[in-house]
């Protein structure tokens, strides 16, 4: 059982902190070359040195690993990784021969237990647990220690070690401080023959550990169960299984010396008193994804029992089931090899039956869980078991790992990060992520999804500068959601390209969408200059359409075919549940970053496509009504042209500077148009986006005198004739 920080309704320790509602892509990867010629990563702990297994320590916002060479007497060097940019904060090579480090720091130090490499004899130089300063990565002070102590951790303020002398057949642990390891207490608990669990295993697994108020030592085979206050041992025997449930107690088995297929199961309050036993082989389902204050039953095979009174309170459905990991209100199971199955933790009742055949879960944002199955990674929805997206080909999917606000993948050579594709996660379970339609249509409460909102388009409309997009919004899970992200990056797309895209900020006023049988909320969000590369004149309704008469468009109705992509990139720090949805009110947002430079353009070749877009969409009314007339032309710029914007600002013009300046000059002078000058022979130079008026005159001097009207620069704006019936001579008047 693990434990959240503040029982506040967040994560719970062990919960990935970030949520994967979609498909991540790849942050960053690190490879051992990065460190030293050939290195190889591997977790520094007793098992994973033990085989040289690859992985890493998470510290929230650092990853720790030790790299080594392979099959030399070379020591290992300690690498401490930026957990979200995937630099190299420090090495260190003072730490020892195969270090092992705590799962957590004490007052900034990092303690790793380690020594000098020796071959060919036991004997040697004296073990050391070293205090690595986090900040720096140098060794703060170094305690020497037994050459039986094995393992390092830190819990609740307090440092931990644990040892097996294989002389004496004895456990030590011992609870201290930076300065002193035993100023708390030192202990020693007999491991012989007839202190074992008795059950079947390599002991090649060592298990040591602090969960609560139980401190453990051991292997697969059977671990020494302790409390944390005084060292005194809970088990008059060694256990196999052990699994904690915070203050109630916890569960361990035992199996007959002479039939090893004969399985007591335990169940011990805190202090070690038995509370009754259940016979059989079959596991207790591991409380993993718990919050601290929950109170559990015990769930062996696939019956559910009170823990303080042992009362069978369900069994589900199913013969030869094995139910195996607790997820919040969920627990998950299934027939060894056979599908996965999920059932509600209070009734037993069957949620749903995965296509996947996996054993265990590797991962989970307490929405979703992640499984490895036939070497993908795949991400299951904990409230329906739908296939939410699958990472394919990961070597050894089950390598994987918390790693800062996401995950990483370690393999030998390399540690690939994956960032959250959602905002941060909440208490697990399936309530409050895809929890029953019920709770908002009977008006009760509207909790977080988890997963970001679906929206959809309604209408387009050119006002101030500015692209003000209607959007439908629509939960993704049956009982609502609670946007109060502070940046939600919402991008819209068609078959001509981009359309928008901006961040907007919901932590001020969070919008609340009704559940399941509600009417959508409705949302107006306001893409300012920068931020969007098409007209409405090109969207939706309009979209394709000819439009040869003298109106000027500036709102369409959507198409209905737009794509809307939200992606959650910050934090959400608003209420957990609301009482009523927003319903019809209509909610404006403006993106966070005024002023800052233009993203609304994608790539070049998007920009390119929404200026192709614009000169079709404008083309039809430039035939018909300004052709063969003098207009006003007010721009005409090419890629690659260096010169000033009509502020007088230098300028390498771009295609998304190019169409940015035709959208902020359409936003000031609405009738404005875009012609193409390759499409038309007054024009002498090809590959040229001209800007041009979209009024007409008799004769050239009108047309500059509307320029002059409106104190555009004499460089900028001047008479001009567009036509394919004439060349470029007299075609062209500037203003002096």
């Given at each position: 059982?693990t434990?959240?920080?503040?029982?506040?309704?967040g994560?719970?320790?062990g919960?990935?902190?970030?949520?994967?509602?979609?498909?991540?892509?790849?942050?960053?990867?690190?490879?051992?070359d990065?460190v030293?010629?050939?290195a190889?990563?591997?977790?520094?702990?007793?098992t994973?040195?033990q085989?040289?297994?690859?992985?890493?320590?998470?510290?929230?916002?650092?990853?720790?690993?030790?790299?080594?060479?392979?099959?030399t007497?070379?020591?290992?060097?300690?690498v401490a990784?930026?957990?979200?940019?995937?630099?190299?904060?420090?090495?260190s090579?003072?730490v020892?021969?195969?270090p092992?480090?705590?799962?957590a720091t004490i007052?900034?130090?990092?303690p790793?237990?380690?020594?000098?490499?020796?071959?060919?004899t036991?004997?040697?130089p004296?073990?050391?647990v070293s205090?690595?300063?986090?900040?720096?990565?140098?060794?703060?002070?170094?305690?020497?220690?037994?050459?039986?102590?094995r393992?390092?951790e830190?819990?609740d303020?307090?440092?931990y070690?644990?040892?097996?002398?294989h002389?004496?057949?004895?456990?030590?642990?011992?609870?201290?401080?930076?300065?002193?390891?035993?100023?708390?207490?030192r202990?020693?608990?007999?491991?012989t023959?007839?202190?074992?669990?008795?059950?079947?295993?390599?002991?090649?697994t060592?298990?040591?550990?602090v969960n609560?108020?139980?401190?453990y030592?051991?292997?697969?085979?059977?671990?020494?169960?302790?409390?944390t206050?005084?060292?005194?041992?809970?088990?008059?025997?060694?256990?196999?299984?052990?699994n904690?449930f915070?203050?109630q107690?916890?569960?361990?088995?035992?199996?007959?010396?002479?039939d090893?297929d004969?399985?007591?199961?335990?169940?011990?309050?805190?202090?070690?008193?038995?509370?009754?036993?259940?016979?059989g082989?079959a596991?207790?389902a591991?409380?993993?994804?718990?919050e601290?204050?929950?109170?559990l039953?015990y769930?062996?095979?696939?019956t559910?029992?009170?823990f303080?009174?042992g009362?069978?309170?369900w069994?589900?459905?199913?013969?030869?089931?094995?139910?195996?990991?607790?997820?919040?209100?969920?627990?998950?199971?299934?027939?060894?090899?056979?599908?996965?199955?999920?059932?509600?933790?209070?009734?037993?009742?069957?949620?749903w039956?995965?296509?996947?055949?996996?054993y265990?879960?590797?991962?989970s944002?307490?929405q979703?869980?992640?499984?490895?199955?036939?070497g993908?990674?795949?991400a299951?929805?904990?409230?329906?078991?739908?296939?939410?997206?699958?990472?394919?080909?990961?070597?050894?999917?089950?390598?994987v790992a918390?790693?800062?606000?996401?995950?990483?993948?370690?393999?030998?050579?390399?540690?690939t990060?994956?960032?959250?594709?959602?905002g941060?996660?909440?208490?697990?379970g399936?309530?409050g992520?895809?929890?029953?339609?019920?709770?908002?249509?009977?008006?009760g409460?509207?909790?977080?999804?988890?997963?970001?909102?679906?929206?959809?388009?309604?209408?387009?409309r050119?006002?101030?500068?500015?692209?003000?997009v209607?959007?439908?919004?629509?939960?993704?899970?049956?009982?609502?959601?609670?946007?109060?992200?502070?940046?939600?990056?919402?991008?819209?797309?068609?078959?001509?390209?981009?359309?928008?895209?901006?961040?907007?900020?919901?932590?001020q006023?969070?919008?609340?969408?009704?559940?399941?049988?509600?009417?959508?909320?409705?949302?107006?969000?306001?893409?300012?200059?920068?931020m969007?590369?098409?007209h409405?004149?090109?969207?939706?309704?309009?979209?394709?359409q000819?439009?040869?008469?003298?109106?000027?468009?500036?709102?369409?109705?959507?198409?209905g075919?737009?794509?809307?992509?939200?992606?959650?990139?910050?934090?959400?720090?608003?209420?957990?549940?609301a009482?009523?949805?927003?319903?019809?009110?209509?909610?404006?947002?403006?993106?966070?970053?005024?002023?800052?430079?233009?993203?609304?353009?994608?790539?070049?070749?998007d920009?390119?496509?929404?200026?192709?877009t614009?000169?079709?969409?404008?083309?039809?009314?430039?035939?018909?009504?300004?052709?063969?007339?003098?207009?006003?032309?007010?721009?005409?710029?090419?890629?690659?042209?260096?010169?000033p914007?009509?502020?007088?600002?230098?300028v390498?013009w771009?295609?998304?500077?190019?169409?940015?300046?035709?959208?902020?000059?359409?936003g000031?002078?609405p009738?404005?148009?875009l012609v193409?000058?390759?499409?038309?022979?007054?024009?002498?130079?090809?590959?040229?986006?001209v800007?041009?008026?979209?009024?007409?005159?008799?004769?050239?001097d009108?047309?500059?005198?509307?320029?002059?009207?409106?104190?555009?620069?004499?460089?900028?704006?001047?008479?001009?004739?567009?036509?394919?019936?004439?060349?470029s001579?007299?075609?062209t008047k500037?203003?002096?």
């Amino acid at each position: 059982m693990t434990g959240g920080d503040d029982g506040s309704g967040g994560p719970v320790a062990g919960q990935l902190r970030g949520t994967f509602p979609e498909k991540p892509a790849v942050g960053w990867r690190l490879d051992g070359d990065t460190v030293f010629d050939r290195a190889e990563f591997v977790r520094p702990d007793p098992t994973s040195n033990q085989y040289q297994t690859p992985g890493f320590i998470d510290l929230d916002d650092t990853l720790v690993t030790s790299a080594i060479l392979p099959q030399t007497d070379r020591g290992a060097t300690l690498v401490a990784v930026d957990a979200e940019s995937g630099q190299i904060r420090w090495t260190s090579d003072d730490v020892g021969f195969k270090p092992v480090c705590a799962t957590a720091t004490i007052d900034g130090l990092l303690p790793c237990v380690g020594k000098e490499a020796v071959f060919g004899t036991d004997s040697g130089p004296t073990p050391k647990v070293s205090f690595v300063r986090m900040s720096d990565g140098n060794i703060d002070h170094q305690i020497a220690v037994s050459k039986y102590v094995r393992t390092v951790e830190v819990h609740d303020s307090a440092v931990y070690t644990m040892a097996f002398d294989h002389d004496q057949m004895v456990r030590i642990i011992t609870r201290g401080t930076v300065v002193d390891l035993e100023a708390d207490w030192r202990r020693e608990y007999p491991s012989t023959s007839t202190e074992s669990a008795g059950c079947p295993a390599s002991g090649d697994t060592l298990l040591d550990g602090v969960n609560g108020d139980v401190v453990y030592t051991g292997n697969d085979g059977g671990v020494v169960v302790a409390s944390t206050s005084e060292g005194d041992p809970l088990v008059a025997r060694e256990v196999a299984d052990l699994n904690v449930f915070g203050a109630q107690g916890f569960t361990g088995r035992r199996c007959g010396p002479q039939d090893p297929d004969a399985v007591t199961t335990s169940i011990m309050n805190i202090k070690g008193q038995v509370l009754h036993t259940v016979d059989g082989n079959a596991h207790v389902a591991n409380p993993w994804l718990v919050e601290p204050s929950a109170e559990l039953p015990y769930i062996v095979g696939r019956t559910a029992y009170n823990f303080r009174t042992g009362e069978e309170m369900w069994t589900a459905s199913g013969t030869d089931l094995n139910l195996r990991t607790i997820v919040g209100d969920t627990v998950l199971g299934g027939l060894d090899g056979g599908q996965l199955a999920a059932f509600d933790l209070k009734t037993g009742e069957e949620l749903w039956t995965s296509r996947h055949r996996v054993y265990d879960v590797e991962l989970s944002d307490g929405q979703r869980i992640m499984v490895a199955s036939d070497g993908d990674l795949v991400a299951i929805d904990l409230a329906t078991g739908e296939d939410l997206w699958t990472l394919s080909r990961i070597d050894d999917a089950g390598r994987v790992a918390n790693a800062g606000s996401g995950f990483a993948h370690a393999v030998s050579e390399s540690i690939t990060f994956y960032p959250p594709t959602g905002g941060p996660s909440v208490a697990p379970g399936r309530i409050g992520a895809s929890s029953s339609s019920e709770a908002d249509e009977s008006g009760g409460l509207i909790t977080k999804c988890g997963r970001t909102p679906e929206m959809r388009p309604v209408e387009y409309r050119a006002e101030n500068g500015s692209l003000l997009v209607k959007m439908e919004v629509k939960a993704r899970c049956p009982g609502g959601d609670i946007v109060s992200t502070d940046r939600l990056r919402v991008t819209i797309r068609d078959n001509s390209g981009l359309i928008c895209t901006g961040v907007f900020d919901f932590s001020q006023d969070p919008l609340v969408v009704g559940g399941e049988g509600s009417e959508p909320t409705t949302l107006q969000l306001e893409f300012g200059p920068g931020m969007f590369s098409r007209h409405p004149n090109t969207l939706g309704e309009h979209s394709g359409q000819p439009t040869g008469s003298g109106e000027i468009i500036t709102q369409s109705k959507a198409s209905g075919a737009e794509l809307v992509d939200c992606e959650d990139e910050g934090t959400s720090n608003g209420p957990q549940s609301a009482e009523s949805a927003t319903g019809q009110a209509e909610v404006r947002s403006r993106p966070d970053q005024p002023g800052g430079p233009v993203s609304g353009c994608g790539s070049d070749e998007d920009a390119l496509a929404a200026l192709r877009t614009q000169v079709d969409a404008d083309r039809p009314f430039v035939q018909s009504q300004l052709v063969d007339r003098w207009v006003a032309q007010l721009s005409s710029k090419r890629p690659g042209l260096v010169a000033p914007d009509v502020d007088g600002r230098m300028v390498t013009w771009s295609p998304c500077e190019i169409l940015q300046q035709h959208l902020r000059m359409r936003g000031q002078y609405p009738e404005v148009r875009l012609v193409w000058s390759d499409e038309w022979r007054t024009f002498d130079l090809a590959g040229w986006w001209v800007t041009v008026a979209g009024v007409t005159f008799s004769d050239a001097d009108s047309a500059n005198g509307w320029c002059d009207a409106r104190a555009i620069p004499v460089d900028e704006c001047y008479a001009k004739v567009i036509s394919n019936t004439n060349n470029s001579g007299s075609t062209t008047k500037y203003r002096r």
